[in-house]
């Protein structure tokens, strides 16, 4: 258990609305990740962050935006949702043992209706 | 980034070995090999990793070919909890740079049959 944990779990949102997801970490690991995982897409890195204040952009960045203000933090926005952000959304965090392990959260499923 | 090749599903029968491959043919020198598992409506977990030589942990064996070119996951006695989707990917411990992007792809569906 890396100690992450995502919030909302689960939203149901109208499409033009602001949504913000958070990812939460305790073990103030530097690097934190943002993906969305689509049928038939696999896992998409959205976008990245290594460290407070310093992010960068992933695959799919378009449509997000994302800030690292704490280490324990990162945040996820969709400036003006649309349904094809309809997705679940998973925070990953990078751990700093042998390898680099990957850690994930439980995911943020997202309706953009 | 060094990319990774895997078919997008197998299928193995219960309580029997299973190989799941992936090549890497362009991996440098520096490269771990990581693979992950994502069971249903879950986060993806991970599985094992290696460098060279070959891996075991509770979980699987990791089995690297010597111009490390491919590797492969081995379960050795599938069971229906083990239907999952197997991501195999590179990692490179970068020297302080902020660049570790994390690519993941598709990985391999595995289905178990009973």
């Known amino acids: 258990d890396a100690g992450i944990t995502q919030s909302p779990r689960h939203k149901v949102t109208e499409t033009g609305t602001p949504v913000t997801l958070r990812c939460h970490q305790t073990?103030?690991?530097?690097?934190m990740y943002w993906y969305r995982q689509d049928p038939g897409h696999g896992l998409r890195l959205i976008h990245y962050s290594y460290g407070v204040k310093d992010t960068d952009k992933g695959e799919v960045s378009d449509g997000y935006s994302v800030s690292r203000s704490k280490t324990e933090d990162f945040l996820l926005t969709l400036e003006s949702a649309t349904s094809s952000q309809t997705s679940v959304y998973f925070c990953?965090?990078?751990?700093?043992?042998?390898?680099?392990?990957?850690?994930f959260g439980e995911g943020s499923w997202l309706t953009v209706v | 980034d060094a990319k990774t090749t895997q078919p997008n599903s197998m299928e193995s029968n219960e309580e029997e070995p299973v190989h799941l491959p992936c090549n890497h043919s362009?991996?440098?020198?520096?490269?771990?090999i990581h693979w992950y598992r994502q069971l249903p409506s879950q986060g993806p977990e991970y599985v094992i990793h290696?460098?060279?030589s070959n891996v075991n942990n509770r979980m699987a064996s990791l089995a690297i070919a010597e111009d490390r070119k491919s590797s492969t996951l081995i379960l050795h006695r599938a069971t229906l909890r083990d239907a999952a989707v197997y991501y195999c990917i590179l990692r490179d411990v970068p020297l302080g740079g902020r660049d570790d992007k994390i690519i993941f792809g598709k990985g391999t569906r595995l289905h178990i049959l009973p």
């Open positions: 362009t991996i440098s020198g520096t490269d771990y």
């Open positions: 990953a965090i990078k751990g700093t043992t042998s390898g680099n392990t990957i850690y």
């Open positions: 073990e103030n690991h530097r690097y």
């Open positions: 290696g460098l060279t």
